[in-house]
C-alpha cells in the first residue's frame, strides 16, 4: 500500500511518516499543503491520505473533495488540531474515512490507522 502524508508542518510529516514507516506501506511520500496533495496525487495514486485541515494555498477540505472525486475508493484519515465536531462531520461527509485530533501520538496515529484500514 501507498500513503501520502499531508500537512503544512514538517515535524507533524515527519512524526506520522517516522511512525507509519515500518508498517503496512511500501512507499510513502509528503506533502506540504492540498494543491502539492493534488499533484502528487496525481503522480503517485496513494491508497490512504492523510490530510491536514488548516493549510496554506488549498485547505485539507477542498483537497478531500478533489481526492475523492478523482479516486472514490482512496482512504483519508484527517489529521487536525481543529477540536470541533462540525469539522469532523464535514470531513467525513465530504468522503474522509476518520479523523484524528491533534496533537498526535505514536500510539494515536497507529490506532487511527488501523481503524480507518479496518473499516
Do not use: Y
Not at 500500500?1 to 500537512?7: E, N
Not at 507533524?12 to 511512525?19: G, L, N, P, S
Not at 485530533?101 to 480507518?116: D, F, H, N
Amino acid at each position: 500500500m501507498k500513503l501520502l502524508i499531508v500537512d503544512d508542518s514538517l515535524i507533524v510529516r515527519r512524526a506520522i511518516e517516522r511512525t507509519l514507516a515500518r508498517s503496512r506501506f511500501t512507499e510513502l511520500r509528503t506533502a506540504s499543503n492540498g494543491r502539492l496533495a493534488l499533484e502528487e496525487f496525481d503522480r503517485f495514486q496513494p491508497d490512504v491520505v492523510t490530510m491536514d485541515i488548516t493549510m496554506p494555498e488549498m485547505d485539507g477540505l477542498a483537497a478531500v473533495d478533489a481526492i475523492i472525486r478523482r479516486a472514490p475508493a482512496t482512504i483519508i484519515l484527517v489529521v487536525s488540531a481543529l477540536a470541533d465536531k462540525s469539522t469532523a462531520v464535514e470531513a467525513i461527509k465530504r468522503g474522509a474515512s476518520g479523523f484524528l485530533l491533534k496533537p498526535v501520538t505514536a500510539q494515536s496515529i497507529q490506532e487511527a490507522m488501523e481503524e480507518v484500514l479496518t473499516d
